[in-house]
């Protein structure tokens, strides 16, 4: 039976009022009752909008319709036009009959009011005849349904105070509560560790196997698609190119489009032959602990130590990417940040080339600091909006003095950009002028400009398309070839491992459980830990397999 039907849809999009952008161009689809219908394609190929027009979301006086059809089917047979729906119609459709997750649940969530406050205005709004304690008990038992540790303590906390995962379930938790029958979820594993977003997933099918409802998931991850979808759409620059069975679409792509989406997953990515690494180790570390004080009491005395990062040792020898992998909260990138010198260890030592700089002064270290250079998670914050990328990349090597003038370090960072693929053009252009994967490669240059012998990358692919994500692992892995560097990258992605890294080391609670050769790790794991990681990661072959 049919739930959400969508009909030749076009969204256009303004900021002025005068020049409008085609986001969505004559989309058709169709959501049944109890089906999972998963959108997929790239950043701004139209998905969020598609979605966003069908709950009446977009910003009022910045978008227009100049067609199609918009229709939410009930189960008596009613049917509402949710394009010609007035406010008040919106306002019991929104919540009551359909549910959405965002994708970033932390800029969702209200910061100065409880779980429990949050839950409970939704049912004020769609169930007003509730008493307060009838209401009160639904709150828990959707936290509950949610598998939400201690539902009844979590209502009265703040959402800083869960971890993601958990603040993804009350968003969950808070899209249910009113039981629409179709629920909307956009991107909402997409920054997720693997075992959480696993958790996530089952958690969905399993609530919408008890609720009949239908399920519009917008993603890019294909793996996930495998998973969980029954129908696949794919959208491309604001059309849907190919749409049709979940196992027909990932098994025998038609289009073009959809065929290289696949071909660019990690697991798909051919990867060449490697040079040897050097056999002396680049950056070694022995024993590196990092602790925390616990301060508690009036006084905030020391009661005791959160063991971050607790006595790890490992090396990254030139030409060679050791990939650091592990949930978020196992000491990742707190072990990073200390490699660097930005945290200050509490024990053990670092040694760079062979040279001990544990303890070095502030004095000393600025000196060395172009021999080990970072590649941040978000290039949008790490990058300075307020400069041009010519003086982001012409600072650094004035305060280095790399060049005998500005003339011949425009000319190097020049060349620079053409080693990351990104046009001389761009020396001109502020970071808010491109695409996050543009950002990623211009903060990657940045990082070269100095002339580093080692890296550290910590999650810079976390967030990317399938495609832009590929593109910047290919980079990588021909900068540690061609020029002999080490790298250390950090992530939660085992997907991404497979075809970046020559070794992995696999983290948990500060500890460092399991080492070895890439191949030896990903298919024959010691550790249960391990294995439990690399049976969460979301993959396209297996999941074919599988069905």
């Known amino acids: 039976m049919k739930l959400l039907d969508i009909e030749d ?17 004559r989309v058709s689809l169709t959501v049944r009752r109890g089906e999972t219908y998963c959108l997929v394609g790239e950043s701004g190929s139209g998905k969020s909008v598609t979605a966003l027009s069908a709950m009446r979301l977009l910003p009022e006086g910045r978008h ?30 929104r919540g009551g009959r359909i549910g959405m997750i965002f994708q970033e649940p932390m800029t969702s969530l209200n910061p100065v009011l409880t779980i ?22 639904r709150i828990v038992a959707a936290l509950a349904e949610v598998r939400m540790p201690d539902p009844v303590g979590r209502v009265r906390e703040y959402p800083h105070r869960l971890s993601g995962g958990q603040r993804q379930r009350v968003m969950i938790a808070m899209a249910l509560i009113c039981e629409p029958a179709l ?37 890019h991850d294909f793996g996930v698609v495998a998973q969980i979808a029954d129908t696949v759409g794919v959208m491309r620059r604001g059309a ?64 005791d130590h959160l063991r971050a990062v607790d006595g790890v ?59 080990m250079q970072v590649v941040f998670q978000d290039p949008g914050s790490s990058l300075n909006p307020r400069l041009p990328i010519l003086t982001t990349l012409l600072e650094p090597m004035r305060v280095h003095g790399i060049g005998r003038d ?53 999650e810079i692919t976390s967030a990317l398309d399938v495609s832009v994500q590929a593109g910047i692992l290919r980079l990588l892995r021909s900068l540690v070839d061609d020029d002999g560097l080490g ?29 070895g050769r890439t191949d030896e790790v990903l298919r024959a794991p010691r550790e249960t830990y391990t294995r439990a990681l690399l049976a969460a990661v979301p993959r396209l072959d297996g999941a074919l397999v599988e069905a």
């Open 9 to 25: 849809l076009v969204t256009e999009l303004t900021t002025d009022g005068r020049h409008w952008l085609r986001a969505v161009d």
């Open 64 to 93: 227009r319709h100049p067609g199609g059809r918009i229709r939410l089917h009930g189960a008596s047979g009613e049917t509402v036009d949710l394009l010609a729906a007035d406010g008040e119609t919106l306002r019991e459709v």
């Open 116 to 137: 429990g406050e949050q839950l409970d205005e939704a049912l004020l709004l769609h169930q007003s005849n509730l008493t307060p304690a009838e209401r009160a008990e």
């Open 183 to 219: 629920l909307i979820a956009d991107e909402p594993t997409t920054a997720l560790d693997v075992t959480v977003q696993a958790e996530i997933l089952k958690l969905m099918r399993d609530l919408q196997a008890a609720h009949g409802m239908g399920l519009l998931f917008i993603t």
């Open 240 to 303: 849907l190119v190919e749409q049709g069975p979940a196992g027909e679409v990932l098994r025998a792509p038609r289009h073009e489009y959809t065929r290289g989406l696949i071909a660019a997953l990690p697991e798909r990515l051919a990867r060449g032959p490697r040079p040897t690494a050097s056999c002396k180790p680049l950056v070694s570390i022995d024993g590196l602990k990092v602790h925390f004080p616990v301060r508690r009491g009036f006084l905030r005395r020391v009661v």
């Open 313 to 371: 040792s490992l090396e990254i020898g030139a030409g060679e990417v050791v990939a650091l992998v592990g949930e978020s909260g196992c000491g990742k990138t707190t072990l990073g940040r200390a490699l660097l010198r930005l945290l200050e260890p509490t024990a053990g030592s670092i040694h760079l080339e062979g040279r001990d700089i544990t303890r070095l002064s502030r004095k000393d270290l600025r000196g060395l600091r172009r021999r």
């Open 406 to 458: 500005d003339a011949e370090r425009t000319r190097r960072a020049a060349e620079l950009l053409d080693r990351v693929e990104m046009p001389a053009d761009s020396l001109w252009r502020y970071p808010h002028e491109f695409s996050g994967g543009q950002r990623q490669r211009l903060a990657i240059a940045r990082a070269l400009v100095l002339e580093p012998r080692f890296i550290l990358c910590d």
């Open 487 to 515: 790298l250390l990258f950090i992530t939660h992605n085992l997907g991404v491992v497979e075809f970046l890294a020559d070794r992995v080391a696999v983290m948990n609670e500060g500890k460092l459980v399991e080492t």
